[in-house]
Nanobody, 123 residues
Framework: QVQLVESGGGLVQAGGSLRLSCAAS????????VGWFRQAPGKEREFVAV????????EYEDSVKGRFTISRDNAKNTVYLQMNSLKPEDTAVYYC????????????????WGQGTQVTVSS
């Protein structure tokens, strides 16, 4: 059983930055691939970024490429999402999730989820 706790969300003006953290505990969390997803009101949960267990492979949803960076520190069992040049359309609850195999962008293929952290970008 892996427990995930997100933090770092908040209210920021358009063009600003936030860094989200996903702290993992339990199981062998450092061997998992970790994904970030987001869900805006009235919309389905969508893929944002994913990183493999070593940090050597990453993927991003097209709308965040060049603005968001996913990274991990396995010594701290933490994955980060650095978000720069934020836009109002980035407003959502952001979730981290883990699965053993790297590469999926589908929420239902992830095994464990955090509770989410709210990101609000004002125009």
């Amino acid at each position: 059983q892996v427990q995930l706790v997100e933090s770092g969300g908040g209210l920021v003006q358009a063009g600003g930055s936030l860094r989200l953290s996903c702290a993992a505990s339990g199981g062998t969390s450092s061997t998992y691939a970790v994904g970030w997803f987001r869900q805006a009101p009235g919309k389905e949960r969508e893929f944002v970024a994913v990183i493999n267990w070593s940090g050597g492979r990453t993927e991003y949803e097209d709308s965040v490429k060049g603005r968001f960076t996913i990274s991990r520190d396995n010594a701290k069992n933490t994955v980060y999402l650095q978000m720069n040049s934020l836009k109002p359309e980035d407003t959502a609850v952001y979730y981290c999730a883990v699965r053993l195999v790297y590469g999926s962008r589908k929420p239902y293929e992830y095994d464990y989820w955090g509770q989410g952290t709210q990101v609000t970008v004002s125009s």
